[in-house]
Nanobody, 120 residues
Framework: QVQLVESGGGLVQPGGSLRLSCAAS????????MAWYRQAPGKQRELVAL???????IYDDSVKGRFTISRDGAKNTVYLQMNSLKPEDTAVYYC??????????????WGQGTQVTVSS
């Protein structure tokens, strides 16, 4: 069994910053991709940023230059540093990881979601 536990969401004023964290735990052999998605009310879930185990990090155009994704392999944790936040960044943010377990080579897992609200 694998779990992704997120933390760090909250209410912030426009122009402010937040840092999201997501720790994976359980029967993990390898973590391939780790990513953050978000879903605003009435909209589809969208990719915000993805960091592979090896390779190029990907960002949605709307967050380039403002958000930074990083991962700590020793802690099985992914972070999202969000700066210069805008009201349109308001959404539920979901952690994602593609993981190899003892039983399956590649399985997608999702966190429970954390609310980020940008408002004055």
């Amino acid at each position: 069994q694998v779990q992704l536990v997120e933390s760090g969401g909250g209410l912030v004023q426009p122009g402010g910053s937040l840092r999201l964290s997501c720790a994976a735990s359980g029967s993990i052999i390898t973590i391939y991709d780790m990513a953050w998605y978000r879903q605003a009310p009435g909209k589809q879930r969208e990719l915000v940023a993805l960091v592979p185990r090896a390779g190029v990090t990907i960002y949605d155009d709307s967050v380039k230059g403002r958000f930074t994704i990083s991962r700590d392999g020793a802690k099985n944790t992914v972070y999202l540093q969000m700066n210069s936040l805008k009201p349109e960044d308001t959404a539920v943010y979901y952690c994602y990881a593609r993981i190899r377990t003892p039983l399956v080579d590649s399985v997608p897992y999702w966190g429970q979601g954390t609310q980020v609200t940008v408002s004055s």
